[in-house]
């Protein structure tokens, strides 16, 4: 099996914590923002494809062809063009049944497990404040029917995405999705959604027991105590 991390971005929020070195690399609980999640793959997952750009040779020379037995391969977002752009660049090496997961997030492994129960799936996390995340919406099954970026709903209590997906290669059959409508970026889950709709696919959302989004220094921070208490409990 395969996973796809998206580590092409500049993480500008940073504000120049990470001015020569991707944000992908940098350390939280011992170990860089990639190595949490490699470490938590499932056995099966054999092939890891990293799509990079900002700083990208750095997670070359940092990671190399492999990572404790698992293949490493590369690919370059070489236009930032949104998350679903930079998906399609592992379009031709991508086989059967895959995750999706951002280069600056923490999950749990026995999330990963969870959604491979479903054909596609979402891993969700239900919060207080929804502000400043995709919010995700359900339909009368229990699926995903929508996940309405940051800025496009009201905030509050709700299920927020957390941006970690296990598709397959029939995704690659509908076509990118943007961000919005005069954007140019294309957004991964509008393209999802999109295709879940066309397609029958029920997209199932899968609650996270354990989600750190990293996107700025306090978040950094925040991580690392939350990694402090999982390994604690």
Known sequence: MQCVILAAGKGSR??????????PLLSVGGKTLLQQKLDILP??????????????????????????GKRLQYVEQDVLDGTAGALWRAKGMLKGS??????????APEDLEACRAHEWAHLVSRVENTDGVGKV?????GAI???????GHEGG??????????????????????????????GLPQTIIAASKH???????????????VNTPEDLVRAEEMLADRSSA
Do not use: C, H
């Open 157 to 186: 209590a709700g299920i927020a995405g957390t941006n970690m997906f296990f598709l397959d290669t029939r995704i690659f059959d509908f076509p990118l999705v943007r961000k919005a409508p005069n954007s140019d970026e294309y």
């Open 98 to 107: 895959f995750f999706v997961m951002m280069g600056d997030d923490i999950y």
């Open 14 to 23: 940073m504000r120049g914590l990470n001015g020569d070195v991707p944000k």
């Open 199 to 213: 397609s029958g696919i029920p997209l199932r959302p899968v609650t996270a027991t354990f989600w750190s989004a």
């Open 43 to 68: 056995d099966d997952v054999d092939e890891v494809i990293i799509v990079v750009g900002y700083l990208g040779q750095k997670i070359r020379e940092a990671l190399g062809d492999s990572y404790r």
């Open 137 to 141: 919406l359900l339909n009368e099954s």
């Open 145 to 151: 029917e929508d996940i309405v970026e940051s800025g």
